[in-house]
C-alpha cells in the first residue's frame, strides 16, 4: 500500500513553488523600490550598535554548531545519532560556498555603503547597480552570503532538529536584522542571500541522502 505520509516542508512542491515565486518577487520589488531608500534611512539614523553587529555574525554561531557535530561524531555512541546531519551539513557547507563565489561574481552589484579600497558605494557616490563578471569585492554585495550561510545552515538543523525551531527561525531573522542595522547589505541581496541559503538544503539533502544509504 503506497505511503500517504505527508512531504516535509521542506520538500513540498506546491510550498517551494509558492516560496520561491513570493522570495522572487519580493527580492525583485526590494531592488526597485526599496533598497536604495531604505539605505538611506539607516545611514541617517545610525542604528547599528554593538547587538547587531553580533547578530551580523549569526553565520559564524552556525559554522560553530556545525562543527561541533562533526566532532561529535568521533564518539562512536554519537555517530549513528549524527551521521545523517553531519553529511546534510557537510555538502550543504560545500554547495554554499560554491553557490555564494559563483552569485556575487555573475551580478556584480556594489554595496550600500564602502568599506574596502574606497569601493562605489549608494551612500558615498550615489551609486547602485549590477555589474556582471566584475572583478573585485566592491561588486560582491548580491547576493548575501551571511544570509546564504545562514539560512542554509539554519534548513539543515531545522530539518534534523525541529524541536528547536524557534532557535533556528531566530537565526535567520537575526542575520536580516544584523545586516541591515549594520548597512551590510540591501535587503534585496539578503532575500536572493535566503532563497539560495534554502535551495543549497534542498540540495544538499539530496545528494546526502544518497550518500548515506
Known amino acids: 500500500m503506497p505511503s500517504t505520509q505527508a512531504p516535509h516542508p521542506l520538500f ?7 516560496f520561491y515565486a513570493v522570495m522572487l518577487c519580493m527580492t525583485l520589488l526590494s531592488i526597485l523600490f526599496i533598497d536604495r531608500h531604505l539605505a538611506d534611512f539607516i545611514h541617517q539614523h545610525e542604528v547599528a550598535n554593538s547587538f547587531t553587529k553580533l547578530l551580523s555574525n549569526i553565520p559564524a554561531l552556525l ?12 564518539v562512536p555512541k ?3 545519532k549524527l551521521s545523517a546531519l553531519v553529511i546534510h551539513l557537510l555538502f550543504t557547507l560545500l554547495l554554499a560556498t560554491v553557490i555564494r563565489f559563483g552569485a556575487k561574481a555573475l551580478f ?10 574606497n569601493n562605489p558605494s549608494w551612500i558615498n557616490d550615489r551609486i547602485e547597480a549590477f555589474h556582471p563578471f566584475a572583478e573585485g569585492v566592491a561588486y560582491n554585495s548580491f547576493p548575501s552570503g551571511h544570509a546564504l550561510f545562514t539560512f542554509a545552515l539554519a534548513s ?3 530539518f534534523h532538529l525541529p524541536r528547536y525551531r ?7 531573522l537575526g542575520v536580516f536584522i544584523g545586516q541591515l542595522s549594520q548597512n551590510y547589505h540591501y535587503l534585496g541581496d539578503l ?10 538544503t534542498q540540495l544538499a539533502f539530496t545528494v546526502a541522502q544518497k550518500c548515506h544509504r
Open 191 to 200: 532575500l536572493a542571500g535566503a532563497s539560495l541559503g534554502v535551495v543549497c
Open 156 to 158: 539543515t538543523f531545522w
Open 78 to 80: 554519537l555517530r549513528s
Open 166 to 172: 524557534l532557535f533556528w527561525a531566530a537565526c535567520m
Open 12 to 18: 513540498s512542491l506546491k510550498k517551494n513553488i509558492i
Open 108 to 117: 556584480g552589484r556594489t554595496w550600500p555603503e564602502t568599506w574596502v579600497d
Open 63 to 74: 559554522e560553530t554548531l556545525a562543527a561541533i557535530a562533526l566532532l561529535c561524531c568521533l
